[in-house]
């Protein structure tokens, strides 16, 4: 059998499992490690366990499960936050295409079915590989510290 070396997940693996809601907790820190940027009425955060390299996650800094249960103000700004994270990953990691959506409930793939959140997942041509394929394996290649750091220096910019 091959082995693929990949020692930061031990941390995944030993922590004890949270059950508060990441979102709500991004939204109220301000600067959890893994928070990009806020809105009034949203937060943007690195998916820590990213599809592709720059998976961002956006979410209503209310905790609401659905759409219909946003105000007009909130859907608006959440929209408003979803062009600004993929302006932002365009400008830093300069994609070719993303995949932008919202898994509604366990059955249609949500891992957080409590809150809504939005993915963006950046996507470049030949992104997919042998290893998921071959091995089920998905390289992502940069750490989350120094996406966020990127990311980071390109608000500023």
């Not at 996650?57 to 909130?74: C, F, G, T, Y």
């Amino acid at each position: 059998m091959d082995k693929l070396w990949a020692p930061w997940r031990i941390n995944y693996i030993s922590a004890k499992k949270q059950k508060k809601c990441i979102f709500c907790a991004a939204a109220k820190s301000g600067d959890e490690e893994n928070t990009v940027f806020g809105t009034k009425y949203s937060v943007c955060i690195l998916n820590i366990y990213p599809y592709n390299n720059g998976h961002l996650m956006v979410s209503p800094r209310r905790h609401a499960k659905d759409l219909n249960l946003l105000s007009d103000e909130e859907v608006l700004d959440l929209i408003k936050a979803v062009n600004k994270a993929k302006a932002l990953l365009e400008k830093c990691l300069r994609p070719q295409g993303f995949n932008i959506g919202v898994n509604l409930s366990a059955v249609a793939g949500a891992g957080i079915t409590g809150h809504l959140h939005i993915h963006i997942v950046p996507r470049w041509q030949g992104d997919t590989n042998f290893m998921p394929i071959i091995y089920g394996t998905k390289v992502i290649s940069q750490s989350l510290k120094e996406l966020r750091k990127k990311l980071k220096k390109c608000l500023k910019n």
